[in-house]
């Protein structure tokens, strides 16, 4: 493999390959084989694996209690520019060695901001050009783009929902050249993600007239890329708080009917994050089934929360029974609709080399390749897929299936129920479906 870049950040270590679960080398994919065929697709084609921008180049392991500990080579340029380069450099060399096809960027994560919206706008023309050159060269493509509208302070009320007109302007300038940006690299979708629509109190919040601004920005936004020629989806990604008290993308089921609310359904769809789904007393399969439903499964965020700990601790994923269980809804619904499976997940801070974010990328590929496998035997060689619809027999002949049709009123069902008089029980047969995974696994 050729180096894509004038340096190399990440030394002694090359381009990482499929070995087996056999393999001890930690520096090797165990189970993710993108050429392997599942469900009639490469594990490639359906998972559509994307590295972080924000968490991968830089995260450097700052909380609220201390700086970062990750000192990041590309970071010790003083100049933005130089800066922005050497972590293109750095980003691309990552992702070429991990061996996957896409990426995904907040604005700011590719330079940093200026002081000036106009020179903010002029250090993104620059990089974005220089990012045409690295994607050509490498072959990696753009799975989404978004824009930055909650960590400056002036988006500390909000940026869509900001009660302060001149603030959703900035917002709406700021998402015009994200959108700008992620149109020239030929991205695939574009993310929105409310980190700070919602509202902190109630007492000074007017709920209906900020979410009709919402409603009517996404609409705005869409408008201006179609009129550009952007063709992609655009996600909307759930997260019921944090930062927030209470966000308006509360979980998938609440994006679902704001999007239908404002016409945006057709647009839209939904970018669902596993850390996102639990902080809302949800499973991932949750989220995923109620947005295959309605039609809306786009995208993910592959990563894992902490079971003791009630915030967004954005792990990488390991937990090979959640992830199968969302894996069996993922081919159930055939897959993702634009989107792919982009790692929003950051190593930990006491993880301090360069290597270990390998380690990471390669665990959380891993498991999802592993999952994937899981779900297919399941779906294929179990008593599963059977044993579910025969939960549902009585809907699919007789009078069951004259009410889905729409053919019985509520007389009619008033008469059935005189007929039929007490009802036999039916199991649902919780533990065997439960047993049935566990073995599979």
């Known amino acids: 493999m050729a180096l894509i870049g004038n340096r190399e950040y990440y030394k002694g270590i090359g381009e990482i390959r499929y070995e087996g679960k056999e393999s001890d080398n930690p520096l090797a994919f165990k189970y993710y084989n993108p050429d392997q065929l599942v469900a009639g697709k490469t594990m490639r084609e359906h998972l559509k694996f994307a590295v972080a921008y924000w968490h991968t180049f830089c995260g450097v392991g700052a909380d609220p209690f201390g700086p970062g500990t990750q000192d990041f080579p ?27 096809d896409y990426y995904c960027f907040h604005d700011y994560d590719l330079v940093r901001e200026a002081e000036s919206f106009s020179e903010s706008e002029s250090r993104l023309h620059t990089i974005v050009d220089y990012l045409k050159d690295k994607m050509k060269a490498s072959k990696v493509k753009l ?212 290597a270990d974010v390998f380690y990471a990328h390669i665990g959380g590929a891993d498991t999802f390749a592993r999952g994937l496998l899981i779900a297919d035997k399941i779906l294929t060689s179990s008593p599963y897929t059977s044993l579910r619809e025969k939960r549902y027999a009585s809907f699919d002949t007789g009078k069951g299936l004259e009410f889905e049709e729409g053919k019985l009123d509520l007389n009619d069902l008033y008469d059935i129920a005189k007929i039929n008089g007490e009802i036999p029980l039916q199991s649902g047969k919780q533990e065997l479906f439960e047993n049935i995974i566990n073995q599979y696994i």
Not at 75 to 99: L, N, V, Y
């Open 74 to 100: 590309w970071d010790r340029h003083s100049d933005p520019i130089d800066a922005a380069k050497a972590k293109a450099d750095a980003a691309f060399e990552f992702i070429t060695k991990m061996g996957f």
């Open 143 to 354: 799975l989404w783009g978004t824009a930055n509208c909650f960590s400056n302070a002036r988006y500390m009320n909000g940026a869509a929902t900001n009660p302060d007109f001149n603030v959703l302007a900035r917002a709406g300038g700021q998402v015009k050249l994200a959108l700008d940006a992620t149109i020239a690299l030929n991205g695939e979708n574009y993310v929105f993600w409310g980190g700070r629509e919602g509202y902190m109190s109630l007492l000074n919040t007017n709920i209906k007239r900020e979410l009709d601004h919402m409603g009517r920005f996404l609409a705005t936004a869409r408008d201006y890329a179609r009129k550009k020629g952007f063709k992609g989806t655009f996600f909307i990604e759930p997260k019921p708080m944090e930062p927030m008290k209470h966000q308006y993308d509360f979980d998938a089921a609440t994006v679902v009917g704001f999007l239908n609310q404002y016409g945006l359904q057709d647009d839209f769809k939904l970018n669902l994050e596993v850390n996102h789904a639990t902080l809302a007393n949800h499973t991932m399969q949750h989220e995923m089934e109620v947005a295959a439903a309605n039609g809306m499964l786009g995208s993910i965020d592959a990563n894992r929360g902490d079971y003791q700990n009630g915030w967004d601790t954005d792990q990488f994923p390991n937990n090979i029974t959640e992830v199968t269980e969302a894996m069996i809804t993922f081919l159930q619904a055939g897959g993702l609709q634009g989107g792919g499976i982009n790692f929003d997940a950051k190593i930990r801070r006491n993880s301090t080399d360069l």
